[in-house]
C-alpha cells in the first residue's frame, strides 16, 4: 500500500518557466510534508517543508501547497533553471509516535529536466 | 558544521557474507533513521534509533539490524546476503521529527 504517491514519473521544463510537481498521500496521520532534491548516487537534498497547520510555505523560488481535504499536495518552482534538473521526492511524517518515530515514507520521485 | 558522514561509499560483497555500513550523525542529533533506495522499490525505512534504543522499525527481514552507540553513531549489519540487497543504503540524522538530514550514501553490491 502506496501511503505516498508521485504520479509523474517525469516532468521536462524550459529554463524561466514554472515547474510543477505534485503529490499525494492517503494516511490521515500525516501532519509534516517534505520535498527532498536528490542526484544519482548521493543523499537526499532538503528543500522545504509544511505543516498540516498550515496551506502554503514559500522559501526563495520554491513554494510548497497544502490542500488536506484532498490530501494533495505541489511544489512550485518559479523561475525554473536548468541545475535544477534532479529528481524530486515528497515524504510525509507524523508526529504521533510509535510506528512513525524517525520515519519518512516517500514518494517514488519525479525526474525534473530543465532545459536552456 | 559536518553534515551526516556514511562509510564507506562503496562496497562490493558476495552473496552469503555479512556487511556493516557505519553513519555519523550531525553533531548533536541523537535519532538517526536508516533508508534502502532501489529503483523498484524507492526509498523505504529500515530503523530508527534513539538514544541507542532502537524506536522503529520497518518491514525488512531480521537479516537487517542496527545498533547506535553513546555518541549517537550508528551502524546497520546485513547478514547472509543476497543479490537483492544491492541498493543505496542512506541515514539520515535528526533533532526531532520535523528535520531530516541525509548522508551521501553507501553503494552495496552484491555479486
Known amino acids: 500500500d502506496q501511503q505516498v504517491k508521485q504520479n509523474s514519473p517525469s516532468l521536462s521544463v524550459q529554463e524561466g518557466r514554472i515547474s510543477i510537481l505534485n503529490c499525494d498521500y492517503t494516511n490521515s496521520m500525516f501532519d509534516y510534508f517534505l520535498w527532498y532534491k536528490k542526484y544519482p548516487a548521493e543523499g537526499p537534498t532538503f528543500l522545504i517543508s509544511i505543516s498540516s497547520i498550515k496551506d502554503k510555505n514559500e522559501d526563495g523560488r520554491f513554494t510548497v501547497f497544502l490542500n488536506k481535504s484532498a490530501k494533495h499536495l505541489s511544489l512550485h518552482i518559479v523561475p525554473s533553471q536548468p541545475g535544477d534538473s534532479a529528481v524530486y521526492f515528497c515524504?510525509?511524517?507524523?508526529?504521533?509516535?510509535?510506528?512513525?518515530?524517525?520515519?519518512?515514507?516517500f514518494g517514488q520521485g519525479t525526474i525534473l529536466t530543465v532545459h536552456p | 558544521k559536518a553534515g551526516v558522514t556514511q562509510t564507506p561509499r562503496y562496497l562490493i560483497k558476495t552473496r552469503g557474507q555479512q556487511v556493516t555500513l557505519s553513519c555519523s550523525p550531525i553533531?548533536?542529533?541523537?535519532?538517526v533513521s536508516w533508508y534502502q533506495q532501489t529503483p523498484g522499490q524507492g526509498l523505504q525505512f529500515l530503523f530508527e534509533y534513539f538514544s541507542e534504543t532502537q524506536r522503529n522499525k520497518g518491514n525488512f527481514p531480521g537479516r537487517f539490524s542496527g545498533r547506535q552507540f553513546s555518541n549517537s553513531r550508528s551502524e546497520m549489519n546485513v547478514s547472509t546476503l543476497e543479490l537483492g540487497d544491492s541498493a543505496l543504503y542512506l541515514c539520515?540524522?535528526?533533532?526531532?521529527?520535523?528535520?531530516?538530514?541525509f548522508g551521501s550514501g553507501t553503494r552495496l553490491t552484491v555479486v
Open positions: 539520515a540524522s535528526s533533532t526531532s521529527s520535523r528535520g531530516y538530514t
Open positions: 515524504a510525509a511524517t507524523s508526529n504521533a509516535g510509535g510506528t512513525s518515530y524517525g520515519k519518512l515514507t
Open positions: 553533531s548533536g542529533h541523537r535519532s
